[in-house]
């Protein structure tokens, strides 16, 4: 089982950027389907972008397309996801997460599918 640490968070202005990275130790990092969640202050936790074994398939919520991109190096055992055009209601902690698939092209946007998770990084956008 990967074990998974976020970095890359913090204090942004409205229109600005930022890129989380997820770094994972442990064996078969490439067996893993990846994805980013975020917790906004006072709500649930949400999907934001998911990624394939080999970085094929991706898959956004609504919301993201266009602005962020995920995107994966399985020779670092690393994820990451670039943040554009940030906005105030971006403000969230974001999660790295980790589902053990068969499926080389499988995505998954439900966190029932993720096995493992980070400890979260905070991203703040200001107004």
């Known amino acids: 089982q990967v074990q998974l640490l976020e970095s890359g968070g913090g204090l942004v202005q409205a229109g600005g950027s930022l890129r989380l990275s997820c770094a994972a130790s442990?064996?078969?990092?490439?067996?893993?389907?990846m994805g980013w969640f975020r917790q906004p202050p006072g709500n649930e936790r949400e999907f934001v972008a998911a990624?394939?074994?080999?970085?094929?398939?991706?898959y956004y919520a609504e919301s993201m397309k266009g602005r962020f991109t995920i995107s994966r190096d399985n020779a670092k055992n690393t994820v990451y996801l670039q943040m554009n055009s940030l906005k105030p209601d971006d403000t969230a902690v974001y999660y790295c997460a980790a589902g053990r698939t068969y499926y080389s092209d499988a995505v998954y946007h439900n966190a029932y599918d993720y096995d493992t998770w980070g400890q979260g990084t905070q991203v703040t956008v200001s107004s």
């Open positions: 990624i394939s074994w080999g970085g094929r398939s991706t």
């Open positions: 442990g064996r078969s990092f490439s067996s893993y389907a």
